[in-house]
């Protein structure tokens, strides 16, 4: 079964500092790979995704991850956070060919808090 | 517009009310979804479109929700005789045919069932 791992519910930072966000995955196959963030009252808003080629990825707002297919694992990092980073993260996996093509499964999320 | 939209944003009911939340999607995308997100959760699949038709339907928890998008645009999802456990956020995406897994979210439709 399909399953996405976020093992910290909440992460708080001081501004500036570096931040690394862990998702985990389960899958039969190497899927499709998102970051995903939501801010208070918002929709979700994709940070980054990883669908084939280099593993290390580059998204909006000075985020990267990283593919790990050995440890199953797609991390989020940032080097130096802002304070309007502040929000939750999801980690999502999809599959990449058959009958559930285009079903999303996501994490349970990873609150961060930064501190000024 | 350019991004999902959806109404309404907020919604309260009565047990055992039928309620419909709507969503418009990005023009141009032919892929639908709807999920759930629960409090403290992460979203939950419940269905998707391709165009008017639904391909999977497979995630609606009951008989009691029912989707359509009957154009081919505009969707709608339905939740007849509400129950408290209906109470969460109702997220719809869409993406273009050719990579149906990068899906562009709306602001949800935050349900409240009494």
Redesign the interface.
Known sequence: AQSVTQPDIHITVSEGASLELRCNYSYGATPYLFWYVQSPGQGLQLLLKYFSGDTLVQGIKGFEAEFKRSQSSFNLRKPSVHWSDAAEYFCAVGPIRGSTLGRLYFGRGTQLTVWP | GAG?SQSPRYKVAKRGQDVALRCDPISGHV?L?W?QQAL??????LT?F?NEAQ??KS?LPSDRFFAERPEGSVSTLKIQRTQQEDSAVY?C?S?FRSS?????????TRLTVL
Do not use: I, M, R
């Open positions: 999902v892929s979804f999920y403290g959760q992460g979203p939950e699949f998707y391709q391909l999977d995630g997220l995406a993406s149906p897994n990068e899906q562009f979210f709306g602001p949800g």
